[in-house]
């Protein structure tokens, strides 16, 4: 039996990869997320903490150096950070919380002036780039699971998964690349 810190935790997703006619997916690396809940009036104050303001509007995101923020409710924002800004948010406690969820997702990358078309071949969400611009982000489903799509670029998206939900879904994506409703 190995010794448990000779064990290192893997991506299910690790060695995948996907194209199809004008996309390519691939698991993103390893990254520090959190779950961060604050009150209206306790979100302003943590612009110290991130370097940065928090975004307060429906599907809009905002980022800095090694710290982005999605907007996801009222009172709740996923976190991306690392270094001494992840090390902050870790040691928050009350009236703001942040929950280190780091092992609990995976993240994909579509990238490719198909990668829209495949997003939406699972996704009920209108994520044409009129509507869907740029930073846009927003909790939503993907066929039977819950995943959060960030646009980083006209041609560019991440989603956010369970780990437990990962294959499922690259499954799905991989399969709706291989003939994306253009």
């Not at 390893?30 to 943590?46: G, H, I, P, Q, Y």
């Not at 982005?68 to 800004?85: K, R």
Request: hydrophobic share 45%; with cysteine; aromatic share 8%.
């Amino acid at each position: 039996m190995a010794d448990s810190a000779s064990l290192r935790r893997v991506s299910p997703l690790d060695g995948r990869y996907a194209s199809g006619a004008g996309v390519i997916i691939a698991p993103l690396p390893k990254r520090r997320r959190f779950s961060l809940r604050a009150r209206e009036n306790d979100a302003t104050n943590l612009s110290d903490v991130l370097g940065f303001a928090l975004p307060r509007r429906p599907k809009t995101s905002a980022e800095s150096g090694t710290a982005a923020a999605l907007w996801l409710g009222p009172d709740e924002w996923l976190v991306f950070a690392e270094g001494d800004v992840a090390d902050r948010l870790a040691g928050l406690s009350g009236p703001a919380f942040a929950t280190e969820i780091t092992h609990r997702n995976v993240a994909i990358r579509l990238e490719g002036p198909a990668a829209e078309a495949v997003l939406g071949e699972g996704c009920p969400q209108d994520l044409r780039l009129s509507r869907f611009p740029v930073g846009a982000c927003s909790r939503t489903v993907f066929g039977k699971v819950e995943v959060v799509i960030w646009r980083r670029s006209e041609t560019v998206f991440e989603v956010e998964v369970w780990r437990s939900f990962s294959d499922y879904l690259w499954t799905y994506l991989a399969e709706a690349a291989r003939a994306p409703a253009l």
